[in-house]
């Protein structure tokens, strides 16, 4: 019997993970609620298709079945406030903010959990392949989820021990064909829906259209950067991240060696380029600042050797952790890679583990 019908809130995104959410706790006998968050709508002319009617629509119908009230809670000004700026802010300083990272500690877990309790909840439930287990000192540890194809917790590196204590995971354990089986069983509308992609509420639409709406054009050359040789001009910096291939708009060269971004130069705007090889300056590095340190339990306060996540669905690397002198939270460090890094962009997130369990996350300086 659940803790004297602990009540739940769960968060309905209108897909199937959340779906099941819903379900399992209700399965299990917990008191709980199902509600959408509405981050963002159409309303700024943003270009593309936003699904976020049929999403409402997909969530309500699997509440209705389920058997559970439904709301539909408006974040849509601290969304603007605590993402949207954070993002914007980010790309107009020619850096690669991670806005998925930031609106689960920011709103799933914090005006979304905050919204909660004030309606007499006492945890929020998402749909996220993660684990939360509990230590036996009472407090709680965040693990990788089980399907290792589908794990979330790279999105949970900021998550503190407060906002683990009221969350709830309830398919970190499941694989996620059992997921889609339990879903389709259950008659739930949202069984065979594909799975959603990208940024939680630019929806479908592509980042390069949400910038040239809210980012000013700022042109600059292409320089090739092992001989400055300017290959081109590009429209601002802010498209571009240290790592990509596509869309660059310099051919390549006669061989089909094909070029990549290397880096940003602010004193001329020059966008960096050179060709895809290990040796390209600037692409791999095997030693990296981080800071906003944010631990899931108490922080590492002393140098040590730990495994690190560079950017979602990379496997976990063997890394050195240094801290720096009363390293807490918010704190930076110095990490040394035993293998070099490929393209760890400014303002991205590493994920820190102690094998599956996440440890905590910084952002890359
Ligand atoms: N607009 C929203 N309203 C309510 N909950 C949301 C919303 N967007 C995301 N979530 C919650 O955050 C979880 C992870 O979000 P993400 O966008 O990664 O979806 P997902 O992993 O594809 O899951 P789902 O299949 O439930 O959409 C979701 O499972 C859901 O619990």
Not at 209 to 214: A, E, G, I, N, P
Request: charged share 25%; with cysteine.
């Amino acid at each position: 019997m659940p803790q004297s019908r602990e009540k739940i809130l769960v968060a309905m995104s209108g897909g199937v993970d959340s779906s099941v959410a819903a379900l399992v706790l209700k399965q299990q006998g917990f008191d709980i609620a199902g509600a959408y968050m509405k981050n963002w709508i159409n309303e700024d002319n943003i270009v593309g298709d936003c699904p976020w009617q049929q999403d409402i629509e997909d969530a309500r119908a699997v509440a209705e079945k389920i058997g559970i009230e439904f709301r539909v809670v408006n974040l849509m000004r601290e969304y603007s406030e605590r993402v949207v700026a954070y993002l914007l802010d980010g790309y107009k300083r020619g850096i690669t903010p991670n806005p998925d990272v930031m609106c689960n500690r920011e709103i799933k877990f914090g005006v979304f959990l905050a919204w909660a309790r004030d309606h007499g909840f006492d945890a929020v439930a998402t749909g996220h392949y993660a684990r939360r287990v509990e230590n036996p000192g009472g407090a709680f540890s965040l693990v990788e989820g089980a399907d290792k194809n589908k794990d979330q917790s790279y999105f949970l590196a900021l998550i503190n021990q407060e906002q683990l204590r009221a969350a709830r995971f309830p398919i970190g354990h499941l694989p996620k064909p059992e997921l889609r089986r339990l879903a389709t069983e259950a008659g739930l509308a949202t069984a065979a829906k594909k799975d959603s992609q990208g940024i939680c509420f630019i929806g479908e639409v592509k980042m390069q259209d949400f910038l040239r709406q809210y980012v000013p054009d700022e042109p600059g050359p292409i320089v090739r950067a092992t001989d400055e040789q300017v290959l081109g001009r590009h429209r601002g910096l802010h498209y571009y991240t240290i790592g990509q291939r596509r869309g660059i708009g310099v051919p390549s060269n006669a061989d089909f060696q094909k070029y990549v971004v290397v880096g940003k130069r602010a004193a001329d705007r020059a966008l960096l380029v050179a060709f895809d090889a290990p040796d390209a300056p600037g692409l791999f590095t095997s030693e990296v600042r981080v800071h906003s340190l944010s631990w899931v339990g108490g922080p590492v306060t002393a140098p040590c050797l730990i495994e690190g996540r560079v950017r979602y669905r990379d496997p976990r690397v063997h890394l050195e952790f240094i801290p720096d002198p009363e390293n807490t939270s918010g704190g930076s460090a110095t990490v040394r890679f035993r293998e070099p890094q490929r393209a760890l962009a400014s303002g991205q997130v590493l994920a820190l583990y102690d094998g599956e369990r996440l440890l905590g996350g910084g952002i890359y300086v």
